[in-house]
């Protein structure tokens, strides 16, 4: 970080990154994702904001798979995380 750039300033630009990483060009996903991040990302400590980035490190066919419901990651931290995210999107608005 250098002189100009304020806390705030990283934080938008660490928010703006996990936004753009989770475009993925699928619509299902988007529409899973991107809700996720824009309405949960502040609320998330620097461990979830890492593991997320570790679930966007995976194939669009296995996200589409988890975040659908469909079957299940094997990574119990991952699913986690994939649970929160669909619960995120069937709340009611």
Same mark, same amino acid.
């Given at each position: 970080m250098n002189d100009s750039t304020t806390p705030d300033d990283a934080a938008a630009a660490e928010r703006g990154r996990a936004w753009w990483h989770s475009r993925r060009g699928l619509r299902e996903l988007d529409l899973l994702l991107l809700p996720f991040v824009e309405d949960c990302w502040e609320? $998330? #400590?620097? =461990? #979830?904001? =890492? $593991?997320?980035q570790r679930l966007l490190d995976n194939e669009d066919s296995e996200l589409l798979v988890w975040l659908t419901g469909r079957g299940a990651c094997l990574d119990a931290e991952i699913q986690a995380l994939v649970e929160r995210i669909r619960a995120h999107h069937e709340a009611p608005v």
């Amino acid at each position: 970080m250098n002189d100009s750039t304020t806390p705030d300033d990283a934080a938008a630009a660490e928010r703006g990154r996990a936004w753009w990483h989770s475009r993925r060009g699928l619509r299902e996903l988007d529409l899973l994702l991107l809700p996720f991040v824009e309405d949960c990302w502040e609320r $998330l #400590d620097a =461990a #979830d904001r =890492a $593991l997320y980035q570790r679930l966007l490190d995976n194939e669009d066919s296995e996200l589409l798979v988890w975040l659908t419901g469909r079957g299940a990651c094997l990574d119990a931290e991952i699913q986690a995380l994939v649970e929160r995210i669909r619960a995120h999107h069937e709340a009611p608005v």
